[in-house]
T-cell receptor
């Protein structure tokens, strides 16, 4: 069964600190992997998209990595800000169809 | 550029009532989607459309219907609301690999 598992479920860090969120997937064959940021009460917003041939992609303070061999991805946030408090969702698109498979997300809280 | 607009933002329904969740996009995207997000769960695809006049079921279509008469609009219809349909509903459209989401409709069925 195609699944996307994220860890940790929630995370609290101090402003200015770095953090790394994990995503493991069992989707195969896989087309691309995305990371979304979802603020409370809002729709998800795309942060990065990586195909199987890409190992890393950055978007400002956000850096995503992908290991297609181990089916793992991570999202690293550098120098966190209060506005980074949100849910971060890992999403995988299977080559088999048009549907995206969403993880449950990691809830990040950045405190001052 | 408004992007993806959903209405209403909130709604409370009684069991058995019907309603339509509206979704419109102004980006001329062919692909549009409806998802539901239950607390602590990942988004689940209800229906999607690859263009005007073409719709298809997603992972959780039971209890819902859609239509796509224009490129811009993709309404979601609940015919007989049930408590299990209490959720937050997101509409999205996509161009190539990027999906753009609306702000969501929070629906409670009591």
């Amino acid at each position: 069964k195609n699944q996307v598992e994220q860890s940790p479920q929630s995370l609290i860090i101090l402003e200015g600190k770095n953090c790394t969120l994990q995503c493991n997937y069992t989707v195969s064959p896989f087309s691309n992997l995305r990371w979304y940021k979802q603020d409370t009460g809002r729709g998800p917003v795309s942060l990065t998209i990586m195909t199987f041939s890409e190992n890393t992609k950055s978007n400002g303070r956000y850096t995503a990595t992908l290991d297609a061999d181990t089916k793992q991805s991570s999202l690293h946030i550098t120098a966190s800000q209060l506005s980074d408090s949100a849910s971060y969702i890992c999403v995988v698109l299977s080559q088999a169809g048009t549907a995206l498979i969403f993880g449950k997300g990691t809830t990040l809280s950045v405190s001052s | 550029n408004a992007g993806v607009t959903q209405t209403p933002k909130f709604r409370i329904l009684k069991i058995g009532q019907s309603m339509t969740l509206q979704c419109t996009q102004d980006m001329n995207h062919n692909y549009m989607y409806w998802y539901r997000q239950d607390p602590g769960m990942g988004l689940k695809l209800i229906y999607y459309s690859v263009g005007a006049g073409i719709t298809d079921k997603g992972e959780v279509p039971n209890g819902y219907n859609v239509s796509r008469s224009t490129t811009e609009d993709f309404p979601l219809r609940l015919e007989l609301a049930a408590p299990s349909q209490t959720s937050v509903y997101f509409c999205a459209s996509s161009s190539r690999n990027i999906q753009y989401f609306g702000a969501g409709t929070r629906l409670s069925v009591l």
